[in-house]
Protein backbone atom coordinates (compact mmCIF):
# COMPACT_ATOMS: atom_id res chain seq x y z
CA UNK A 1 0.00 0.00 0.00
CA UNK A 2 2.09 3.20 -1.24
CA UNK A 3 0.24 5.97 1.08
CA UNK A 4 1.14 3.05 4.08
CA UNK A 5 4.44 3.40 2.91
CA UNK A 6 4.76 6.98 2.60
CA UNK A 7 3.40 7.13 5.90
CA UNK A 8 6.17 4.67 7.48
CA UNK A 9 8.98 6.74 5.79
CA UNK A 10 7.45 10.31 6.88
CA UNK A 11 7.75 8.82 10.71
CA UNK A 12 10.74 7.34 10.46
CA UNK A 13 12.23 10.68 8.85
CA UNK A 14 10.49 13.41 11.72
CA UNK A 15 8.93 11.49 14.43
CA UNK A 16 12.41 12.66 16.21
CA UNK A 17 12.15 16.04 15.46
CA UNK A 18 8.47 15.87 16.43
CA UNK A 19 9.59 14.51 19.95
CA UNK A 20 11.99 16.94 20.12
CA UNK A 21 10.14 19.99 19.63
CA UNK A 22 6.87 18.26 22.25
CA UNK A 23 10.04 17.73 24.77
CA UNK A 24 12.17 20.41 24.80
CA UNK A 25 8.09 22.45 25.97
CA UNK A 26 6.55 19.24 28.04
CA UNK A 27 7.50 16.24 30.10
CA UNK A 28 8.63 12.81 28.04
CA UNK A 29 5.04 10.97 28.49
CA UNK A 30 3.15 13.94 27.07
CA UNK A 31 6.06 14.01 24.52
CA UNK A 32 5.87 10.71 23.39
CA UNK A 33 2.04 10.68 23.30
CA UNK A 34 2.01 14.16 21.32
CA UNK A 35 4.31 12.32 18.80
CA UNK A 36 1.71 9.43 18.59
CA UNK A 37 -1.00 11.67 17.79
CA UNK A 38 0.43 14.04 15.79
CA UNK A 39 1.29 11.16 13.44
CA UNK A 40 -2.69 9.64 13.55
CA UNK A 41 -3.79 13.38 12.40
CA UNK A 42 -1.40 12.99 9.68
CA UNK A 43 -2.42 9.26 8.78
CA UNK A 44 -5.73 10.41 8.67
CA UNK A 45 -5.15 13.69 6.73
CA UNK A 46 -2.32 12.38 4.55
CA UNK A 47 -3.19 14.14 1.39
CA UNK A 48 -2.52 17.47 3.34
CA UNK A 49 0.76 16.43 4.01
CA UNK A 50 2.87 18.78 1.93
CA UNK A 51 5.11 16.36 0.07
CA UNK A 52 8.41 18.56 0.01
CA UNK A 53 8.35 19.93 3.28
CA UNK A 54 6.36 17.97 5.92
CA UNK A 55 8.22 18.85 9.13
CA UNK A 56 6.56 22.71 9.40
CA UNK A 57 2.60 21.31 9.11
CA UNK A 58 3.64 18.26 11.46
CA UNK A 59 5.62 20.63 14.19
CA UNK A 60 2.17 22.79 13.80
CA UNK A 61 -0.02 20.13 14.32
CA UNK A 62 2.79 19.62 17.39
CA UNK A 63 1.73 22.80 18.61
CA UNK A 64 -1.66 22.43 18.12
CA UNK A 65 -1.61 19.30 20.15
CA UNK A 66 0.42 20.54 23.25
CA UNK A 67 -1.92 23.76 23.56
CA UNK A 68 -4.83 21.69 23.67
CA UNK A 69 -3.30 19.32 26.41
CA UNK A 70 -2.24 22.45 28.17
CA UNK A 71 -5.60 23.90 27.88
CA UNK A 72 -7.08 20.80 29.91
CA UNK A 73 -4.82 20.55 32.07
CA UNK A 74 -5.20 23.88 33.17
CA UNK A 75 -9.22 23.02 32.93
CA UNK A 76 -8.22 20.28 35.21
CA UNK A 77 -6.72 22.11 38.13
CA UNK A 78 -8.82 25.16 37.97
CA UNK A 79 -11.70 22.53 38.60
CA UNK A 80 -9.33 20.93 41.39
CA UNK A 81 -9.12 24.10 42.75
CA UNK A 82 -4.97 24.20 42.53
CA UNK A 83 -4.76 26.11 39.81
CA UNK A 84 -1.35 28.42 40.04
CA UNK A 85 -0.13 30.74 37.38
CA UNK A 86 3.23 32.52 37.68
CA UNK A 87 3.58 34.67 34.76
CA UNK A 88 7.29 34.84 35.64
CA UNK A 89 8.25 31.10 35.33
CA UNK A 90 8.51 30.23 32.05
CA UNK A 91 6.59 27.31 30.30
CA UNK A 92 9.54 25.29 29.50
CA UNK A 93 11.45 21.90 29.72
CA UNK A 94 13.68 20.90 32.37
CA UNK A 95 16.97 22.46 32.86
CA UNK A 96 19.04 22.72 35.50
CA UNK A 97 21.06 25.44 34.76
CA UNK A 98 23.72 28.13 35.66
CA UNK A 99 22.69 31.58 37.16
CA UNK A 100 23.34 33.15 33.58
CA UNK A 101 21.22 30.43 31.76
CA UNK A 102 18.33 30.80 34.28
CA UNK A 103 18.35 34.52 33.93
CA UNK A 104 18.05 33.49 30.12
CA UNK A 105 15.19 31.12 31.00
CA UNK A 106 13.15 33.53 32.74
CA UNK A 107 13.13 36.23 30.82
CA UNK A 108 11.74 33.83 27.72
CA UNK A 109 9.07 33.25 30.93
CA UNK A 110 7.94 36.80 31.17
CA UNK A 111 7.40 36.95 27.23
CA UNK A 112 3.77 36.45 25.76
CA UNK A 113 3.77 33.02 24.40
CA UNK A 114 3.40 33.94 20.86
CA UNK A 115 6.84 36.24 21.44
CA UNK A 116 8.47 32.44 23.14
CA UNK A 117 7.36 30.60 20.07
CA UNK A 118 8.66 33.09 17.83
CA UNK A 119 11.91 32.70 19.66
CA UNK A 120 12.06 29.23 20.23
CA UNK A 121 11.41 28.14 16.61
CA UNK A 122 14.21 30.04 15.06
CA UNK A 123 16.52 29.40 17.97
CA UNK A 124 16.03 25.52 19.38
CA UNK A 125 14.23 24.29 16.57
CA UNK A 126 16.52 25.74 13.73
CA UNK A 127 13.57 26.78 11.12
CA UNK A 128 14.02 29.30 8.75
CA UNK A 129 11.12 32.16 8.77
CA UNK A 130 9.08 30.60 6.21
CA UNK A 131 9.30 27.37 7.98
CA UNK A 132 8.50 28.89 11.19
CA UNK A 133 5.85 30.79 9.23
CA UNK A 134 4.07 27.54 8.12
CA UNK A 135 4.35 25.82 11.76
CA UNK A 136 2.11 29.64 13.16
CA UNK A 137 0.53 29.94 10.50
CA UNK A 138 1.36 32.99 8.99
CA UNK A 139 3.26 34.49 6.09
CA UNK A 140 7.02 34.41 6.38
CA UNK A 141 7.48 38.36 5.90
CA UNK A 142 4.73 38.47 8.78
CA UNK A 143 7.08 36.14 10.95
CA UNK A 144 9.94 37.96 10.55
CA UNK A 145 8.20 40.98 11.89
CA UNK A 146 7.39 38.95 15.22
CA UNK A 147 10.40 37.82 15.15
CA UNK A 148 12.22 41.14 15.32
CA UNK A 149 9.66 42.42 17.68
CA UNK A 150 10.17 39.50 19.76
CA UNK A 151 13.90 39.75 19.87
CA UNK A 152 13.63 43.49 20.75
CA UNK A 153 10.96 42.12 23.83
CA UNK A 154 13.54 39.70 24.50
CA UNK A 155 16.32 41.54 24.91
CA UNK A 156 14.08 44.06 27.38
CA UNK A 157 13.07 41.35 29.46
CA UNK A 158 16.54 39.62 29.53
CA UNK A 159 18.49 43.40 30.88
CA UNK A 160 16.02 44.06 33.31
CA UNK A 161 16.04 40.54 34.71
CA UNK A 162 20.04 40.47 34.78
CA UNK A 163 19.30 44.14 36.73
CA UNK A 164 17.06 42.39 39.27
CA UNK A 165 19.69 39.37 39.43
CA UNK A 166 22.51 41.62 40.33
CA UNK A 167 21.80 40.80 44.02
CA UNK A 168 21.88 37.69 43.24
CA UNK A 169 18.14 37.22 44.05
CA UNK A 170 16.94 34.01 43.43
CA UNK A 171 13.84 33.77 41.02
CA UNK A 172 10.83 31.53 42.13
CA UNK A 173 10.31 28.28 39.42
CA UNK A 174 7.23 27.14 39.30
CA UNK A 175 6.40 24.62 36.42
CA UNK A 176 2.82 24.80 35.06
CA UNK B 1 22.49 42.12 19.68
CA UNK B 2 20.01 40.41 17.12
CA UNK B 3 21.95 37.21 16.18
CA UNK B 4 23.77 37.04 19.48
CA UNK B 5 19.98 37.15 20.96
CA UNK B 6 19.64 33.62 18.87
CA UNK B 7 22.61 32.46 19.94
CA UNK B 8 21.77 33.20 23.92
CA UNK B 9 18.36 31.27 23.76
CA UNK B 10 20.40 28.59 21.54
CA UNK B 11 22.14 28.43 24.85
CA UNK B 12 19.69 27.28 27.00
CA UNK B 13 18.22 24.65 24.39
CA UNK B 14 17.70 22.03 27.02
CA UNK B 15 17.75 19.18 24.47
CA UNK B 16 20.39 20.21 21.88
CA UNK B 17 20.25 17.21 19.81
CA UNK B 18 17.61 15.47 18.25
CA UNK B 19 15.70 12.91 20.12
CA UNK B 20 15.48 9.51 18.66
CA UNK B 21 11.61 8.74 17.06
CA UNK B 22 9.63 6.68 19.38
CA UNK B 23 8.60 3.06 18.32
CA UNK B 24 6.62 3.06 15.15
CA UNK B 25 5.13 -0.56 15.97
CA UNK B 26 2.59 0.85 18.48
CA UNK B 27 1.54 3.69 16.12
CA UNK B 28 1.00 1.18 13.29
CA UNK B 29 -1.67 -0.63 15.49
CA UNK B 30 -3.48 2.50 16.12
CA UNK B 31 -3.84 2.92 12.21
CA UNK B 32 -4.80 -0.66 11.43
CA UNK B 33 -7.26 -0.52 14.00
CA UNK B 34 -8.91 2.94 12.63
CA UNK B 35 -9.07 1.04 9.69
CA UNK B 36 -10.78 -2.05 11.02
CA UNK B 37 -12.79 0.15 13.38
CA UNK B 38 -16.55 0.97 12.46
CA UNK B 39 -16.97 4.63 12.04
CA UNK B 40 -19.43 4.85 14.72
CA UNK B 41 -19.51 2.02 17.49
CA UNK B 42 -22.43 2.42 19.16
CA UNK B 43 -22.17 2.32 23.73
CA UNK B 44 -24.13 -0.88 24.87
CA UNK B 45 -26.27 -0.79 28.19
CA UNK B 46 -26.82 -3.72 29.30
CA UNK B 47 -29.84 -3.38 32.02
CA UNK B 48 -29.52 -7.59 32.64
CA UNK B 49 -28.59 -10.58 30.27
CA UNK B 50 -32.58 -11.14 29.14
CA UNK B 51 -32.54 -7.07 27.93
CA UNK B 52 -29.28 -7.41 26.01
CA UNK B 53 -30.59 -10.23 24.73
CA UNK B 54 -34.11 -8.80 23.58
CA UNK B 55 -32.04 -5.74 22.21
CA UNK B 56 -29.76 -7.55 20.38
CA UNK B 57 -32.42 -9.62 18.88
CA UNK B 58 -34.14 -6.39 18.10
CA UNK B 59 -31.49 -4.83 16.51
CA UNK B 60 -30.95 -7.56 14.23
CA UNK B 61 -34.51 -7.78 13.35
CA UNK B 62 -34.59 -3.87 12.11
CA UNK B 63 -31.17 -4.20 10.08
CA UNK B 64 -32.52 -7.24 8.39
CA UNK B 65 -35.95 -5.58 7.78
CA UNK B 66 -33.57 -2.29 6.47
CA UNK B 67 -31.65 -4.90 4.16
CA UNK B 68 -34.56 -6.46 2.84
CA UNK B 69 -36.66 -2.61 2.27
CA UNK B 70 -33.22 -1.04 1.02
CA UNK B 71 -31.08 -3.78 -0.42
CA UNK B 72 -27.16 -3.75 -0.08
CA UNK B 73 -25.94 -1.53 -2.81
CA UNK B 74 -27.99 1.16 -1.77
CA UNK B 75 -27.23 1.16 2.80
CA UNK B 76 -23.84 0.79 1.56
CA UNK B 77 -23.52 3.54 -0.29
CA UNK B 78 -25.25 5.44 2.70
CA UNK B 79 -22.64 4.54 4.72
CA UNK B 80 -19.88 5.26 2.59
CA UNK B 81 -21.04 8.97 1.76
CA UNK B 82 -21.53 9.78 5.34
CA UNK B 83 -18.25 9.21 5.93
CA UNK B 84 -17.13 11.22 3.17
CA UNK B 85 -15.55 14.98 3.43
CA UNK B 86 -17.62 17.64 2.26
CA UNK B 87 -17.78 19.23 -0.83
CA UNK B 88 -16.69 22.86 -0.98
CA UNK B 89 -19.73 24.30 -2.63
CA UNK B 90 -17.40 25.96 -5.42
CA UNK B 91 -16.45 22.31 -6.48
CA UNK B 92 -19.99 21.52 -6.59
CA UNK B 93 -21.09 22.21 -10.41
CA UNK B 94 -18.17 19.89 -11.31
CA UNK B 95 -19.59 16.68 -8.61
CA UNK B 96 -22.72 17.45 -10.29
CA UNK B 97 -22.07 16.41 -13.33
CA UNK B 98 -18.94 14.41 -12.72
CA UNK B 99 -19.94 11.14 -11.43
CA UNK B 100 -16.30 10.03 -10.81
CA UNK B 101 -15.78 12.73 -8.37
CA UNK B 102 -19.38 11.52 -6.29
CA UNK B 103 -17.89 8.21 -5.45
CA UNK B 104 -16.15 7.98 -2.65
CA UNK B 105 -12.37 8.29 -2.11
CA UNK B 106 -10.14 4.99 -1.54
CA UNK B 107 -6.62 4.17 -1.25
CA UNK B 108 -5.90 3.98 -4.67
CA UNK B 109 -7.02 7.30 -5.56
CA UNK B 110 -4.42 8.93 -3.44
CA UNK B 111 -1.53 8.61 -5.24
CA UNK B 112 1.56 9.53 -2.75
CA UNK B 113 3.81 11.44 -5.91
CA UNK B 114 1.11 13.18 -7.15
CA UNK B 115 -0.44 14.19 -3.63
CA UNK B 116 3.38 15.07 -3.11
CA UNK B 117 3.36 17.35 -6.30
CA UNK B 118 -0.33 18.82 -5.65
CA UNK B 119 0.89 19.74 -2.03
CA UNK B 120 4.13 21.48 -3.52
CA UNK B 121 2.17 23.52 -5.75
CA UNK B 122 0.29 24.69 -2.89
CA UNK B 123 2.75 26.72 -1.71
CA UNK B 124 3.65 28.31 -4.60
CA UNK B 125 2.44 31.57 -5.33
CA UNK B 126 2.62 31.12 -9.51
CA UNK B 127 0.17 27.49 -8.90
CA UNK B 128 -2.04 29.42 -6.35
CA UNK B 129 -2.33 32.39 -8.40
CA UNK B 130 -2.77 30.88 -11.79
CA UNK B 131 -4.98 27.38 -10.91
CA UNK B 132 -6.04 27.84 -7.44
CA UNK B 133 -5.84 25.65 -5.15
CA UNK B 134 -6.75 21.82 -5.19
CA UNK B 135 -9.42 19.87 -3.73
CA UNK B 136 -7.44 16.79 -2.81
CA UNK B 137 -10.40 15.35 -1.14
CA UNK B 138 -11.93 15.25 -4.64
CA UNK B 139 -9.03 13.33 -6.26
CA UNK B 140 -9.68 10.42 -7.96
CA UNK B 141 -8.20 7.43 -10.08
CA UNK B 142 -10.33 7.72 -13.12
CA UNK B 143 -9.08 5.30 -15.67
CA UNK B 144 -5.98 3.24 -16.77
CA UNK B 145 -5.24 4.77 -20.22
CA UNK B 146 -4.97 2.11 -23.28
CA UNK B 147 -0.72 3.03 -22.97
CA UNK B 148 -0.57 1.68 -19.35
CA UNK B 149 -1.00 5.29 -17.41
CA UNK B 150 -3.15 5.70 -14.65
CA UNK B 151 -5.40 9.14 -15.21
CA UNK B 152 -6.37 10.40 -12.30
CA UNK B 153 -8.38 13.92 -12.08
CA UNK B 154 -8.18 16.59 -9.22
CA UNK B 155 -10.56 19.54 -9.14
CA UNK B 156 -8.94 22.80 -8.02
CA UNK B 157 -10.70 25.61 -6.78
CA UNK B 158 -10.42 29.27 -8.60
CA UNK B 159 -7.70 30.91 -7.60
CA UNK B 160 -8.62 33.65 -4.78
CA UNK B 161 -8.08 37.56 -4.97
CA UNK B 162 -6.09 37.41 -2.78
CA UNK B 163 -3.74 34.69 -4.23
CA UNK B 164 -3.72 36.71 -7.68
CA UNK B 165 -2.65 39.79 -5.59
CA UNK B 166 0.56 37.72 -4.56
CA UNK B 167 1.45 37.27 -8.51
CA UNK B 168 4.26 39.72 -9.91
CA UNK B 169 2.56 42.55 -10.88
CA UNK B 170 3.22 41.90 -14.99
CA UNK B 171 0.88 38.35 -14.05
CA UNK B 172 -1.80 40.17 -12.41
CA UNK B 173 -3.45 41.01 -15.26
CA UNK B 174 -3.72 37.62 -16.78
CA UNK B 175 -7.34 35.74 -16.74
CA UNK B 176 -7.47 32.86 -15.32
CA UNK B 177 -10.64 30.91 -14.18
CA UNK B 178 -13.11 32.42 -11.99
CA UNK B 179 -14.88 29.10 -11.14
CA UNK B 180 -13.45 25.54 -10.10
CA UNK B 181 -11.88 23.15 -12.88
CA UNK B 182 -11.03 19.79 -13.12
CA UNK B 183 -7.21 18.98 -13.97
CA UNK B 184 -6.37 15.78 -15.24
CA UNK B 185 -2.89 13.74 -14.52
CA UNK B 186 -0.55 12.80 -16.01
CA UNK B 187 -2.11 14.19 -19.32
CA UNK B 188 -2.85 17.75 -19.12
CA UNK B 189 -6.20 18.55 -20.61
CA UNK B 190 -7.84 22.30 -21.03
CA UNK B 191 -9.77 24.01 -18.17
CA UNK B 192 -11.78 22.17 -16.98
CA UNK B 193 -14.50 24.17 -15.95
CA UNK B 194 -17.89 22.74 -16.77
CA UNK B 195 -19.00 24.76 -19.65
CA UNK B 196 -16.01 23.53 -21.46
CA UNK B 197 -16.66 19.99 -20.60
CA UNK B 198 -20.38 20.08 -21.12
CA UNK B 199 -19.17 21.89 -24.67
CA UNK B 200 -17.17 18.64 -25.53
CA UNK B 201 -13.65 20.91 -25.61
CA UNK B 202 -12.14 19.42 -22.23
CA UNK B 203 -9.98 17.63 -24.27
CA UNK B 204 -6.31 17.42 -24.58
CA UNK B 205 -2.83 15.86 -25.23
CA UNK B 206 -0.63 17.59 -22.83
CA UNK B 207 1.77 14.03 -21.90
CA UNK B 208 4.95 14.54 -23.95
CA UNK B 209 6.59 11.80 -21.99
CA UNK B 210 8.28 8.53 -23.04
CA UNK B 211 9.32 9.58 -26.05
CA UNK B 212 5.83 10.07 -28.05
CA UNK B 213 5.21 12.24 -30.06
CA UNK B 214 3.10 15.32 -29.27
CA UNK B 215 -0.56 14.70 -29.86
CA UNK B 216 -0.18 10.90 -30.01
CA UNK B 217 -1.78 10.09 -26.23
CA UNK B 218 -5.12 12.24 -25.56
CA UNK B 219 -7.51 12.42 -22.87
CA UNK B 220 -10.82 13.68 -22.90
CA UNK B 221 -13.29 15.17 -20.02
CA UNK B 222 -17.04 14.35 -20.63
CA UNK B 223 -20.14 14.55 -18.68
CA UNK B 224 -22.55 11.59 -16.86
CA UNK B 225 -24.78 9.70 -19.08
CA UNK B 226 -21.70 9.48 -22.33
CA UNK B 227 -20.88 6.02 -22.95
CA UNK B 228 -19.09 6.48 -26.09
CA UNK B 229 -17.48 9.00 -27.79
CA UNK B 230 -17.08 9.13 -31.69
CA UNK B 231 -14.42 12.25 -33.07
CA UNK B 232 -13.69 12.80 -36.07
CA UNK B 233 -10.17 13.99 -36.90
CA UNK B 234 -10.07 18.06 -37.90
CA UNK B 235 -7.81 18.11 -41.45
CA UNK B 236 -6.48 21.13 -42.96
CA UNK B 237 -4.01 23.39 -41.79
CA UNK B 238 -5.18 24.88 -38.57
CA UNK B 239 -3.93 28.67 -39.38
CA UNK B 240 -5.87 28.28 -42.47
CA UNK B 241 -9.34 26.67 -40.52
CA UNK B 242 -9.28 27.88 -36.99
CA UNK B 243 -12.46 26.09 -36.94
CA UNK B 244 -11.21 22.70 -38.06
CA UNK B 245 -13.36 21.78 -40.91
CA UNK B 246 -13.75 17.96 -40.53
CA UNK B 247 -13.23 16.41 -43.82
CA UNK B 248 -16.48 14.53 -45.52
CA UNK B 249 -16.16 10.75 -45.10
CA UNK B 250 -13.43 10.66 -42.79
CA UNK B 251 -13.36 7.95 -40.27
CA UNK B 252 -14.34 8.57 -36.30
CA UNK B 253 -12.12 7.65 -33.73
CA UNK B 254 -14.37 5.51 -31.27
CA UNK B 255 -13.55 5.70 -27.53
CA UNK B 256 -14.98 4.15 -24.15
CA UNK B 257 -16.09 6.58 -21.65
CA UNK B 258 -14.89 5.32 -18.46
CA UNK B 259 -15.28 7.34 -15.21
CA UNK B 260 -16.00 10.37 -17.25
CA UNK B 261 -12.67 9.71 -19.07
CA UNK B 262 -12.39 9.25 -23.01
CA UNK B 263 -8.18 8.12 -23.29
CA UNK B 264 -6.82 6.98 -26.60
CA UNK B 265 -3.49 6.39 -28.20
CA UNK B 266 -4.03 8.41 -32.16
CA UNK B 267 -0.74 9.18 -33.79
CA UNK B 268 -1.40 12.13 -36.03
CA UNK B 269 -4.68 13.25 -34.67
CA UNK B 270 -4.58 17.07 -34.07
CA UNK B 271 -7.47 18.40 -32.62
CA UNK B 272 -11.46 17.17 -32.95
CA UNK B 273 -13.30 18.50 -35.77
CA UNK B 274 -17.00 16.24 -34.84
CA UNK B 275 -17.78 14.99 -31.88
CA UNK B 276 -20.70 12.79 -31.49
CA UNK B 277 -21.63 11.68 -27.60
CA UNK B 278 -23.10 8.42 -27.09
CA UNK B 279 -25.13 7.08 -24.64
CA UNK B 280 -24.59 3.13 -23.39
CA UNK B 281 -28.04 2.28 -25.28
CA UNK B 282 -26.72 3.60 -28.53
CA UNK B 283 -28.56 6.98 -28.65
CA UNK B 284 -27.20 10.13 -29.41
CA UNK B 285 -26.39 12.51 -26.25
CA UNK B 286 -25.59 15.26 -28.13
CA UNK B 287 -23.28 16.50 -31.43
CA UNK B 288 -20.75 18.53 -31.64
CA UNK B 289 -19.37 20.26 -34.84
CA UNK B 290 -16.63 22.25 -35.11
CA UNK B 291 -15.51 21.39 -31.68
CA UNK B 292 -12.12 22.85 -31.00
CA UNK B 293 -9.75 21.61 -28.04
CA UNK B 294 -7.06 24.55 -28.33
CA UNK B 295 -4.82 22.68 -26.76
CA UNK B 296 -1.22 22.53 -26.90
CA UNK B 297 -0.63 22.09 -30.72
CA UNK B 298 -3.63 24.58 -31.44
CA UNK B 299 -2.40 27.15 -29.09
CA UNK B 300 -5.29 29.38 -27.84
CA UNK B 301 -8.00 29.63 -30.01
CA UNK B 302 -10.66 32.22 -29.52
Not at chain 1, 38 to 65: C, M, Q, S, Y
Request: charged share 20%.
Amino acid sequence: MEGRAWFEQLYRAHAGAVRTYARRRSDAQTAEDVVADVFLVAWRKLGEVPGDDPLPWLLAVARRTLANRRRAGVRESALRGRLRFDRSAPVLGPHAASDFDETVLVALGRLSEQDRETLLLVAWEGLTPAQAGAVVGVAPNTFSTRLSRARQRFERAFGAQRAIRVPAAKPTSTEL
Amino acid sequence: MSDDTIELIRGVNPFPVELPAPAIEPLLARVDAEQTTPSRDRPRRYGGVILGVLATAVTVAVALAAIVLLGHGHSRQSTNQHRQPAVPAAARQLTSILGVLRRPQTAADRDPALIGQLSRGAHNKYTLGFEGRPVLSLMRLATIAPWGQRIYVVPFLAPTEQAKKRLPRKDQGVTVASTAGLATYPVTVGDGIPAEIKGGRDIGNGDYAHGEKPGSRWVMVVPDGVAKVALWPATGSVAQHPRHPTTPGSKPIIVTVQNNIAAFHAPGFHAPGQEIWYRSNGTIVKRIDNANSCGPPLGNCA
